[in-house]
């Protein structure tokens, strides 16, 4: 519920919330966690969408341009998350993190 709440608020939360809650308190491995949250994150949005699109339409052109890149770097990042062992996804994950936030307070 938390993540629904967050992705309709901000457009985000499959990966901030849902990925370190499956580890913590599911006590789901890593990768497991990383690969299910990319599968919540198709129908969360999908309910944002409808919800946005109730009120201002989203601007098209720009929802297929950047579903395209996301399609393409979605195949490319599964690939990659396979090869890589849990600490090193940990880490970069927390790199992740820590430069969208330094992105959102700058």
């Known amino acids: 519920m938390t993540a629904g709440f967050l992705n309709g608020l901000f457009g985000?939360?499959?990966?901030?919330?849902?990925?370190?809650?499956?580890?913590?308190f599911l006590k789901i491995e890593t990768h497991k966690a990383h690969a299910t949250a990319i599968a919540i994150i198709l129908p969360l949005s999908i309910a944002s969408a409808v919800m946005y699109a109730q009120g201002e339409m989203p601007?098209?052109?720009?929802?297929?341009a950047v579903s395209v890149g996301g399609i393409a770097g979605?195949?490319?990042?599964?690939?990659?998350?396979?090869?890589?062992?849990?600490?090193l996804l940990h880490k970069v994950f927390g790199v992740c993190m820590v430069a969208a936030g330094l992105r959102l307070i700058f």
């Open 12 to 24: 985000s939360g499959g990966g901030t919330i849902i990925v370190p809650s499956m580890e913590k």
């Open 74 to 87: 979605g195949f490319i990042g599964a690939k990659i998350l396979c090869k890589l062992s849990s600490s």
């Open 59 to 64: 601007d098209l052109p720009t929802i297929i």
